[in-house]
């Protein structure tokens, strides 16, 4: 922490000064005292914090978890005293239109604060905050007015820090990490916007729940490993990647095998296939070869390889990874419920890719019920498996169904994942399916819409998921009538699966087949024959003769060769 300080604020004579008094006088009792005084510490930790830099908040973890215990201590203090109850603080500040915006499309719904939230008991003193800087043309006067609950159920943590404060005038009251508040409103009081807020414990019950299920279902890893597996899981993919690429230059006391898992995650989710195999090869390699052999940890690896199996079109060599999978756990006779839930769904998934519909369905359910049996109402894992349930309906054209599981998927994940994590966006292309199957066509382009927003946020910009929805919002475009852009669009799509996918994945022929109909609407039936060609080459690959999909290519060939003769 010390040497980064110092490397970031190399040159100003000032910082390094108080870096170096910082160094030799630093005890946890003084936590508050310097995150007041507004120096290097107070500036890099909100900054970490607001950026989410994830790898500034491991350098600056141990002085977090000082501030944090501290702050929980005299919140307590206060709690068992008789001084004067907090019941209402203030906040002022300077706010642009879209951040106020943001508050008056959240009034009645609940935020957190992406760090610790400074207010004073003082309305005067917060006032003055709301015109500290008049230099600024762009922003907006705003005071925050905060009612703080006090009764023994709410277990929000601030508390008052005047005593510390190089400014006790102020009478300063810091939130911790994580408090949750409600907007109750936001109103306009001559020049002055007011935001009234709650402090609240909802919602941090759930959160609370899905942490500790988290911690159980990783209790073997050691802290090092938990820090970088939960990033992986939130979607900081580039920040998890550096981390875990560092720890398997200086692994320490960490076993490779599972630091090579881990990179195979996360370049996984990246779409990076061949890398994640390499990985996923090497952890398995490495685990087989333990004495002893880390059987149970194999079983977990055969089934990040089927997903990759999956993702590659290789379907039955995916099936027979995720059934080796579930026979080791069998085998073992110590593996929990959960882990069998799992294999479950990895096999589920490889029948709905094989078209085993029936098999799918049934593998699915039985996940399902294991995963209601053990873990909370909301979850990642439950909302994945109602997400696949609902595949199976859209493809046996069951469309209410399916919509019905994507909706009560897509609620799941926006409770247990961040507001632009992929799987999000992955439910609500899913949805935009089901509406355009409904002919619901506005409502459909302004869902695929959001979900490819989300996905150039959060993916890169060739990854698989954004060719999927480039390729459903050029069939929209076309049933619009703008067949132009439609066409633009599947190029696009078709691009992005060449460079990722092998020749005969199935999704590059349901691209080839996209283009040529692009083409045959716009009348240029040579260039459509070519792209049908291409399409029919693959199908014939893993298709039967009688398949429906292989006849509608075969049928736009002849088609279009009986009109070019």
Same mark, same amino acid.
């Given at each position: ?8 604020? +190399? ?46 908040? %491991? ?22 005293? /008789? ?16 951040e106020l915006e943001q508050f008056r499309l959240n009034e009645s719904k609940l935020i957190s604060i992406n760090g610790y939230l400074s207010t004073s008991r003082l309305r005067s003193i917060a006032l003055h905050f709301t ?15 905060? =009612?703080?609950? !006090?009764?023994?159920?709410?277990? $929000? ?14 009478? =300063? ?6 408090t949750v508040f409600k907007v109750e409103t936001v109103s306009k009081e001559d020049n002055l916007w007011k935001i009234c807020l709650n402090v609240t414990d909802d919602g941090r019950e759930i959160a609370k729940q899905y ?30 990647? !550096? ?16 630091? %090579? ?19 996923? /090869? ?5 685990? @087989?070869? $333990? ?28 099936? =027979?990874? $995720? ?6 756990? !069998? ?39 294991? @995963? ?88 890169? $910009?060739?990854?698989?998921? &954004?060719?999927? !929805?480039?390729?459903? &919002? ?30 005969? %994945? ?7 087949? /996209?283009?040529?109909? +692009? ?6 039936? =040579? ?9 029919l080459e693959i199908r014939k690959i893993f298709l039967s003769e009688d398949d429906l999909l292989r006849k509608n290519t075969e049928n736009h060939i002849l088609r279009i060769k009986q009109k070019l003769m």
């Open positions: 922490m010390i040497d980064t300080c110092r490397n970031y604020y +190399r040159g100003n004579e000032i910082e390094l000064k108080l870096i170096n008094e910082f160094e030799k006088c630093y005890s946890r009792e003084e936590c508050i005292r310097w995150y007041t005084k507004e120096t290097f510490v107070y500036k890099m930790i909100n900054k970490a914090l607001r950026t989410e830099d994830i790898q500034q908040l %491991h350098t600056f973890r141990f002085y977090i978890s000082d501030l944090s215990s501290t702050l929980a201590r005299q919140h307590n203090k206060l709690e068992e005293s /008789n001084e004067e109850i907090i019941t209402t603080v203030y906040r002022g500040a300077q706010l642009t239109i879209i015109t500290n800087d008049l230099k600024r043309l762009d922003t907006l006067p705003v005071l925050f007015q905060i =009612e703080c609950q !006090t009764d023994q159920s709410n277990s $929000s943590i601030f508390a008052d820090i005047s005593q510390f404060s190089d400014f006790p005038d102020e009478q =300063e009251v810091l939130f911790d990490l994580g942490i500790e299920e988290t911690r159980k279902e990783m209790e073997g890893d050691s802290v090092v490993l938990l820090f970088g597996r939960l990033m992986t899981r939130m979607g900081h993919y580039k920040s998890a990647e !550096t981390y875990f690429l560092q720890l398997l230059k200086d692994p320490g006391n960490e076993n490779p095998a599972h630091i %090579h898992n881990q990179l195979g995650l996360i370049y996984e989710a990246k779409a990076e296939f061949h890398p994640a195999m390499h990985h996923f /090869n090497t952890a398995y390699r490495l685990m @087989k070869r $333990s004495d002893p052999p880390f059987l149970k940890d194999s079983a977990h690896v055969l089934l990040n390889m089927s997903q990759i199996l999956r993702e590659q079109g290789y379907y039955n060599k995916a099936l =027979e990874h $995720s059934i080796r999978a579930k026979q080791v756990l !069998t085998e073992l006779n110590d593996s929990n419920e959960l882990e069998m839930a799992h294999c479950l769904h990895s096999i589920g998934s490889c029948y709905r890719d094989q078209r085993q519909y029936y098999e799918a369905l049934n593998h699915y359910e039985q996940a399902l019920t294991i @995963k209601r049996a053990y873990l909370s109402e909301n979850h990642v894992y439950i909302a994945k498996t109602l997400n696949s349930i609902g595949l199976v309906y859209l493809m046996t054209k069951d469309i209410e169904k399916a919509f019905n599981y994507y909706i009560s998927s897509l609620e799941m994940y926006q409770v247990c994942l961040p507001e632009d994590h992929p799987d999000i966006a992955n439910a609500l292309h899913n949805i935009a399916q089901c509406y355009h199957k409904k002919n619901q066509l506005d409502r459909s382009l302004q869902h695929y819409q959001l979900a490819l927003t989300m996905k150039e946020k959060c993916c890169r $910009s060739d990854h698989p998921s &954004i060719a999927m !929805t480039l390729n459903n &919002i050029s069939n929209l475009l076309n049933a619009q009538g703008d067949k132009v852009k439609a066409l633009e669009l599947c190029l696009k799509a078709l691009s992005i699966r060449e460079r990722l996918l092998p020749f005969g %994945h199935p999704d590059l022929a349901i691209s080839f087949h /996209n283009v040529g109909l +692009r083409y045959e609407t716009l009348k240029d039936d =040579e260039k459509a024959l070519k792209y049908f060609e291409k399409a």
